[in-house]
């Protein structure tokens, strides 16, 4: 039972690149979610997800695109990559009872 | 929307002292509120939670307390031990939406 694995942990980009990073739950949770961390500003959700097939916008979704085909994945993707998404990225999925299990964490910096 | 507030960004205390974080949220509808702790570099993981119908839940050096009617809650840490050194966030749930998070707390517990 690995939890919620995320897939790069780091990944250096320049401007312009594209990447997707892939959330991985084998707990069966409806929920997924997709956090930023910066420092001082905290968890900011970014897009997330109530089951298989829906996505729907968080709180700083500009500049990011996600996909939930299957329900145990959940994908983040950057089309166009800039400085200002150099940031900790966090998946988290939801038990029913309201806890969130996170992922490790992803680095990615933006040159 | 809900708000969480989040109060102090930092705290720093001497071993062996209590510690107090305080949150306030804007949504009278909400009735869950986790705390999760986060170790520097590693993922957020919850301590401890809290729902509406209780004012005060306990586990070991923790406790959080709820009022529902000032629309505040509360982490207390007593006997801090350099290990409780983390950053640590509260948050607020209303039903199926997602958990809104405050900014964090910075403890610094000193030897």
């Known amino acids: 039972n690995a939890g919620v694995t995320q897939t790069p942990k780091f990944r250096v980009l320049k401007t312009g690149q594209s990447m997707t990073l892939l959330c991985a739950q084998d707990?069966?949770?409806?929920?997924m979610y997709w956090y930023r961390q910066d420092p001082g500003m905290g968890l900011r959700l970014i897009h997330y997800?109530?089951?298989?097939?829906?996505?729907a916008k968080g709180e700083v979704p500009d500049g990011y695109n996600v996909s939930r085909l299957k329900k145990q994945n959940f994908l983040l993707g950057l089309e166009s990559a800039a400085p200002s998404q150099t940031s900790v990225y966090f998946c988290?999925?939801?038990?029913?009872?309201?806890?969130?299990?996170f992922g490790e964490g992803s680095r990615l910096t933006v040159l | 929307g809900e708000n969480v507030e989040q109060h102090p960004s930092t705290l720093s205390v001497q071993e062996g002292d209590s510690a107090v974080i305080k949150c306030t949220y804007s949504d009278s509808a909400s009735n869950y509120f986790p705390w999760y702790k986060q170790e520097l570099g590693k993922r957020p993981q919850l301590i401890i939670d809290?729902?509406?119908?209780?004012g005060e839940k306990k586990d070991q050096r923790i406790a959080v307390t709820l009022n529902k009617t000032a629309k505040h809650f509360s982490l207390h840490i007593t006997e801090t031990q350099p290990e409780d050194s983390a950053v640590y966030f509260c948050?607020?749930?209303?039903?199926?939406?997602?958990?809104?998070f405050g900014k964090g707390t910075r403890l610094s517990v000193i030897a």
């Open positions: 988290a999925s939801r038990h029913p009872g309201g806890e969130l299990f």
């Open positions: 948050a607020a749930l209303e039903g199926n939406t997602p958990l809104v």
């Open positions: 707990m069966n949770h409806e929920y």
């Open positions: 809290i729902r509406s119908n209780v």
């Open positions: 997800s109530v089951g298989e097939g829906t996505t």
